[in-house]
């Protein structure tokens, strides 16, 4: 692919910049908690935050649910993952490519249950999603599937 | 008796170990995809690897590797009830087609219109992606721009009808990703689109 940038004029990158700051914080996010119920955290660089329906989530977030609690996200891939009570879910890594769908998603499951929808990623590449618990490696080749940890 | 209590004591033991060695550390269950398309996942542990490739296939995980196993619906349901019912809405995804050249909406996608307003308005926070397409009719310039309108088009229908907009991104792809491969120039109408994904 040719890149337009280089055939527009001065005026126009700036409001393309200006566009693509907007459209940033959708962009940086890798997805965005859509259900919450109870008691659900998330630990984010050391500090632990009250999660919220809508919060962005970024990479290394670590999710955290309480005896009540339960949360579900959509990641950027259309991924679901979705944890019930007592769980620890760290989104360890995710790079996506929306244009190619290429992509990596690496979570682990600490402890309590997981459910997940694979996105595109996974479709993209069978090789590219994976979900630990402290035993097992799971390679997802598609699509929908529980786990749990720790019992 | 004492042979006896030997015997006893070491089938104790054997006992013991069979269900230290089993200690279960978790379950994995592949559940039918709710469009019928291929399921498959692969297990592995430092014991040993399993392939699940039919719907409630199961593994459960122990320390000498994943024992092959079958579950249910209902024990799904038992065990991860909580969690699937966590489960948020799976992503929609509509195209909405152009008249040649314009940002007026085809007769036929102005009634999709309010399909896609019914998806975005039953989520608690949609967030939704509007990104427009053009033929290969005229310049890069001419179709960055017109791309750009027919998603922006999209997003001020969205909005005046309530949409939040902080929950609506719109690109404009131009004429650089046909769903229809064409030679530059060729007027296509399934080219002439606003892809809107409903998150």
Known sequence: ?151 | MNRRWHAIASLLLAALLAACASKPQGTVVLLPDSDGRDTALQVRQAGGELLLDKPYAAAQLTDRGPVAASSSAEQVQARFGAALAARPLPPQQFTLYFVEGKDEFTDESKRAFDSVFGEIARRPVPDVLVIGHTDKVGTDVFNDALSRQRAEVVRRALLARGIAPDNIVVVGRGKREPVVPTADGVAEARNRRVEILVR
């Open chain 1, 1 to 151: 692919m040719n890149d337009p940038i280089c055939r527009l004029r001065p005026t126009r990158i700036a409001g393309l910049a200006l566009a693509v700051a907007l459209a940033l914080p959708a962009v940086a996010d890798i997805g965005q908690v859509k259900t919450r119920k109870g008691q659900v955290s998330v630990e984010r660089k050391g500090q632990l935050l009250p999660a919220e329906v809508g919060m962005a989530l970024e990479a290394s977030d670590t999710l955290k649910t309480g005896p009540d609690g339960a949360v579900g996200i959509t990641m950027r891939d259309n991924s679901l993952l979705s944890a019930g009570p007592n769980s620890i879910l760290s989104l360890e890594r995710f790079e996506f490519d929306a244009a190619t769908s290429q992509g990596r998603f690496d979570a682990q499951l600490q402890r309590g249950t997981l459910a997940v929808v694979s996105g595109r990623i996974a479709k993209q590449s069978p090789q590219a999603m994976t979900v630990r618990t402290p035993s097992a490696q799971l390679g997802v080749r598609g699509t929908d599937f529980v786990v749990s940890a720790g019992e």
